[in-house]
């Protein structure tokens, strides 16, 4: 099986985070339609459901929390690795 998009293991990180198309829409400056067909590919790609609805909230399904549980520990490994990056390449005269 081939990887699906990364990007959409990030819109899906934010909507899991956030409980909401439209606050990762705003987190990630794109349209909550966008948002939506991002995580409808990611479904299909791995042909599992990872949201339900719940009133007028998003909740994860066992599914959605399992994958969210490893997509965010991968994005704050990844987060950090950045800040290590951009500490290390300051100038060495600049304020930190």
């Known amino acids: 099986m081939a990887l699906p998009p990364l990007h959409s293991?990030?819109?899906?990180?934010?909507v899991a985070r956030l409980g909401s198309l439209a606050a990762a829409a705003l987190e990630l400056h794109v349209t909550i339609g966008a948002v939506s067909q991002q995580l409808k590919a990611l479904q299909s790609s791995l042909n599992v459901e990872l949201f339900m609805k719940q009133g007028r909230q998003l909740a994860l399904t066992p599914s959605g929390r399992l994958l969210h549980s490893r997509i965010a520990a991968a994005?704050?490994?990844?987060?950090?690795?950045?800040?290590?990056?951009?500490?290390?390449?300051?100038?060495?005269?600049?304020?930190?």
């Open 9 to 14: 293991f990030k819109v899906f990180e934010s």
């Open 75 to 96: 994005m704050r490994e990844i987060n950090d690795a950045v800040s290590e990056l951009q500490i290390g390449n300051r100038p060495a005269n600049s304020p930190s």
